[in-house]
C-alpha cells in the first residue's frame, strides 16, 4: 500500500469526489478560515469535556477547522505513521532483530516533548513480522540508565524461557545488559511484544509494538489488498493512534473497492470502541485466532492486551471519520484531538 | 405495546403473580412502610458508594423502600419513556423530519434541573424510524445560542457529505441556521444519531436519539412480540435510560410468553454491563447486523457507540430487576439509583 | 484436582523443565536474592503506575523479585484459594446450604486487615455447588449488625420472590434475622450468588461467591480434567484474584496435556480483561451459557456481572504468567500485585 496524499490540495480533490453535487458540504474543506483568536489546541493528553464558556461558537468553529486543517496539510508527511518496520538479518536460517531500549523524548505530535521510554527510538517500536514457522531471533540491548526491563511476545506460544516475565522465566535486562529471545513462531495473526517488567509504567511510556506472523496459506484468512495496524494507547503522548494525536495521525487512503485489513491492537490501560463512520467493520480473528463465524460492526470494543482483526470494504468514496466513541478520548471544546483518524476512499 | 399500570394497587396484584403461596415474599411489597426520616435520594448524578455510617439499618432500609416505592407509584406515568417518537411528513415520496436543538433544562426525575441540550426538547431526542429503503430527509435547525452543532447518523451507511463532521463533510450548522441531511436508509437495525461537534460535551447532554431503520422482509429476524429501547447514558443527569434515573425509569411490561426485543444503545463515555434477571437475554444482533450465530447471556457489556439488540422470552412471571451491573451506576447507600428498572411479566 | 506444591524447591524444578539447556532463563528463579532494602510492597489497594523516581534498577529488581519469592513460597499454602467449597445437608431430597452474614476483617494478603462483609467468613463465600434439576435451599442468617441485606442467584432462573431484591421480591434480610431462599437449580454452568441490598457496598466489601450448577450430561460441554474458578474482584482488598492479592494469589498447577476449565465470574466494579501467557483460551460459555461457536483469545475481557468459561489445553511446559491486563491491576513500581497468578505445567 504505497498510495499516498501530497497536499492539501488533492485532498479537497478527493473530498469532492463526495461531495459532487452538494456545493455546501464540498466546498467547507476549502473555505476560508475565520481568524482563529486562539491557536489549535495542541495537548493531547487533556480529555477534556469541560464547556468553554467564554468560547464563542465562531470562537470555537474556528479551534475546529484549525485542527482539521492542520490533519489536511500533515497528510503523507509520517511516512512511519504505518510504515515503521525492522528489517531482519538472516543469520543462518534465522530472522535475527536487534532491538534496544532507550530513555527518549516523544513528540505525539503538538511538540510537547513527554519523557519516555521507547524500542529504537520511536513510540511504538518498529513492527517486527515474520512468517509462521519462521525462526526468530530478538536481541534486546537495554541502554536505558534508570530501570531493568524484560520483554513479553504478547500472543506468541514461545518455550517458557522466552516468555519475558523477570524471576518466573528470565532475569531482568539491567541497564547496560542485552538478552536474546529465540524461539519458531508458531501463533499466525497479530500479536504484540512489549516490557513485562514495571510494565504500568514502562508499556505506558512506550516500550511496546507490533509483533506480526503472516500465515503461509493465505487461503485461510478472509481476501484483502491492504493491511494497517492500529496500536491504540491512553499513555504517554495522551489518547494516541500509533504514538500520535489527531490532528498529528494519518488517514489510511484506499481505492473505492479495496479491501482493508485493520489489525487494532490495545497497548493502554482503557478500552477503546472504535468507530468507523460509512464503511461497515468485518471482524474475523481475536487475538490473532479466526473466529469461526465473522460477524458485522461498526463500533468495535477492544479492551486492554486484546487484538482484533477486522476486513473492510471501501465501497463508497469519501472522508470517513475514524475514532474512539469514548468522545473525550477524541474531542474537545478545542477540536477534535487523540485518537481519531479517517478512512480516505478515493 | 400499549399495556400500562395505572397504580401501585395494580402492581402489587402483578407482583402477587410471583408471590402466590409464598406470602412473606408477596406481602413485603404491600407491607405498610415505616416512616422514613430522610427523603428518599433524587441526585441521580452521585455514585456513591460510601457507606452511610451514621444511619441506622431501618433507616437504610426506608430509604430503599421510598425509591421502590416512587418507582411503583410513577408506572405508566411516563409515556414518553419508551413512546417519544417523531412523526415524519411525507413530501413526495421522502419521508421528512424536523429536528431543532435548543439549550434547555432536563429533569432526569428528582426534579434536579441540569442544564442540557436537546432534539426537540427531549433527552433522548425523538425515535426516528423509518423502512428500510425509505428516502431519509432530516432538517436540522439549531436553536442553540452557544454552540455550533451537526448531526452524524450512526450506525447508516450514507453519502459522505452528509456524514454530519464539520470541516469534512460539511460545515458547522451555526446558531441560527439548518442544515438538510437527505440519504437512502440502508442499514437495517438500530442506529442513533447525535452531535458530531464538540461532541464530548454536546452528546453527554443530551443531543442524542435513536434512529431505527426496520427491516423490509421480517423473516430474516427472530421473531417478537413488541420492542424497547434502552438508550444508555452517564451525562446530563447522571446514570440515566433513556434520560431518567430510578426512581422516574418506567418498567417494560410483557405478557407471559411475551418475546421482547429490546435495543440497547450506549451513548455515554462508560461501559454498561446490563444485567436481567430472571430471563435469559438472547443477543442477535450486534451494531444492527444480525450475528451469524446468537447466543444466550444474562449480561451484556455495552461499549459507547455500540447497540445490541435482544429478545427475552417472558417465561416466567414477576418484576424481574433489570440494571447496569456496575453497581454504582446502580445502588448506593441511599437505594437504587440510576440504571435501574425492570421487566414485569404477567 | 489435588495435585499440590509443597514447597518452593519443588516449584524451581517445575521451572527447570522449561529451562533446560537454558541456563540464565532457569537459573533466575534459583539464583541467590540480592539484600531487599525495602520490604515488598504489599498495600494491594495501590494501582501506583507511579514511577519511583529515586529507587534503583537494582532496588526496583530486589523489590520485584521480592515478590515473586513471597508467591513461590507460598504456593500450596492456601488450601481455600480454589478449594472453599460448602457442603450441603441433604434433608428430604433438598440440599440445604447455611450461609451467615457477618462484619469480618479481612486480609487479602499483605497483612492489612480490611473492614469488610462476609458470607461463613470468608471472601469471597465458599463456593455453592449443585447439579441440574436439584432442589436447593440456601438459609441466610444475617449477623451482620450495621446493615440488612438479601441475596440474589445472578444467573439462576428462579420463582420472583426467591429472586432476592428487597422491596421488590422480598422484605430485607434485617440484622438478626434470616431468610430461607428455595429452588430447583435450572441453569447450569457459572452463576454467582452475592448481595442485592446496598449492593455497591455489601458487594464489593465481599458479600459474594460462586454458585455452580453442575451439567447432568457432561457431553455437551467441552471435555477437561479439572476446573477452577478465578472471581476477579476491584472492592475490599484491592485488586484480587478469589479475595487474594499476588503474592498470596495460587497457581493452577496441570500435568501437560491436562484440559482445564477455568470459571471467569466478576464481582468488582470494572472490567478485567485477563491474559494467560503460552497457552490459549477457547472460550466456549458466557454466564452459563454454551456458545453456538466456541473461539480462541488469550486476553478475554470480563465485565461486571459477566462470567465466562474457557478451556485451556496445558501443551506446553513452564510457569505461564496469568494477569489482568490492565496494567496498574497488575504491577507498580514496586513489583506485581493484585490480580497476578500463574499456571504452572510439569
Request: net charge negative; aromatic share 8%.
Amino acid at each position: 500500500m504505497d498510495v499516498k496524499l501530497k497536499s492539501r490540495r488533492e485532498f479537497i480533490k478527493l473530498a469532492g469526489i463526495a461531495g459532487i453535487g452538494l456545493g455546501a458540504a464540498a466546498c467547507a474543506v476549502a473555505a476560508p478560515v475565520a481568524p482563529s483568536p486562539t491557536p489549535a489546541h495542541d495537548d493531547h493528553s487533556a480529555a477534556a469535556a469541560t464547556p468553554e464558556v467564554t468560547a464563542t461558537p465562531v470562537d470555537m468553529d474556528a479551534m475546529h477547522e484549525a485542527g482539521v486543517k492542520k490533519y489536511l496539510d500533515n497528510i503523507g508527511k509520517d511516512a512511519k505513521f504505518y510504515g515503521n518496520k525492522l528489517d531482519p538479518k538472516n543469520v543462518d536460517g534465522v530472522k535475527e532483530f536487534n532491538i534496544t531500549c532507550s530513555e527518549i523524548k516523544w513528540d505525539a505530535g503538538g511538540g510537547a516533548m513527554a519523557d519516555a521510554m521507547a524500542y529504537n527510538g520511536t513510540v511504538p517500536g518498529p513492527e517486527i513480522r515474520v512468517t509462521e514457522g519462521d525462526k526468530v531471533r530478538v536481541i534486546v540491548k537495554n541502554d536505558m540508565k534508570a530501570q531493568s526491563t524484560a520483554v513479553h511476545f504478547h500472543g506468541q506460544a514461545v518455550p517458557n524461557n522466552m516468555d519475558g516475565v523477570p524471576f518466573i522465566t528470565q532475569p531482568p535486562i539491567k541497564p547496560g545488559e542485552s538478552f536474546t529471545y529465540e524461539f519458531t513462531a508458531k501463533n499466525v495473526g497479530s500479536s504484540m511484544y512489549h516490557s513485562h517488567h514495571n510494565a504500568a509504567e514502562q508499556v505506558t511510556r512506550g516500550l511496546l509494538g507490533a509483533f506480526i506472523v503472516d500465515r503461509k496459506d493465505k487461503s485461510k484468512d478472509p481476501a484483502y489488498d491492504s493491511e494497517y495496524t492500529l496500536i491504540l494507547n491512553d499513555g504517554v503522548g495522551g489518547f494516541t493512534l500509533n504514538g500520535k494525536g489527531f490532528p498529528y495521525t494519518q488517514p489510511i487512503i484506499a481505492k473505492l473497492g479495496e479491501k482493508i485489513r485493520i489489525r487494532y491492537m490495545n497497548e493502554g490501560l482503557m478500552i477503546h470502541p472504535m468507530h468507523l463512520h460509512g464503511l461497515e467493520q468485518l471482524v474475523f480473528a481475536a487475538d490473532g485466532w479466526n473466529l469461526p463465524n465473522p460477524y458485522y460492526c461498526d463500533t468495535l470494543n477492544i479492551a486492554p492486551g486484546q487484538r482484533w482483526d477486522v476486513i473492510v470494504t471501501a465501497h463508497t468514496a469519501g472522508v470517513w471519520a475514524f475514532h474512539c466513541h469514548i468522545l473525550n478520548h477524541a474531542e474537545s471544546a478545542h477540536g477534535m484531538f487523540g485518537m481519531v483518524t479517517a478512512i480516505v476512499v478515493k
